[in-house]
């Protein structure tokens, strides 16, 4: 069973910078997207940072600059470097993989962005 687990939330003040963590654990096949969402209260989950299948990364705009995703293939992890961080970024974080045809996500990790 494959299951996605986040790490590295918390408090942070604006300026701050923070690492996510996302490891997956079990065998995921033919994976077309690994990255990481967002949701802040009140409002509905947002892309913010992801590896397509051809390797190639995107970012939100709100993000761009700010943010660097990047990926251990060997340790079946994928990470979120924020720098940068605004009180806008304040949201629970959630890793997400496409494969197989399943769409599996992560618990999520809260990050606070204080002014």
């Known amino acids: 069973q494959v299951q996605l687990v986040e790490s590295g939330g918390g408090l942070v003040q604006a300026g701050g910078s923070l690492r996510l963590s996302c490891a997956a654990s079990?065998?995921?096949?033919?994976?077309?997207?690994m990255g990481w969402y967002r949701q802040a209260p009140g409002k509905q989950r947002e892309f913010v940072a992801g590896?397509?299948?051809?390797?190639?990364?995107n970012y939100a705009d709100s993000v761009k600059g700010r943010f660097t995703i990047s990926r251990d293939n060997a340790k079946n992890t994928v990470y979120l470097e924020m720098y940068s961080l605004k009180p806008e970024d304040t949201a629970v974080y959630y890793c997400?993989?496409?494969?197989?045809?399943?769409?599996?996500w992560g618990q999520g990790t809260q990050v606070t962005v204080s002014s």
């Open positions: 079990g065998s995921i096949f033919s994976i077309s997207f």
């Open positions: 590896f397509t299948s051809g390797g190639s990364t």
């Open positions: 997400r993989v496409l494969g197989g045809r399943r769409d599996y």
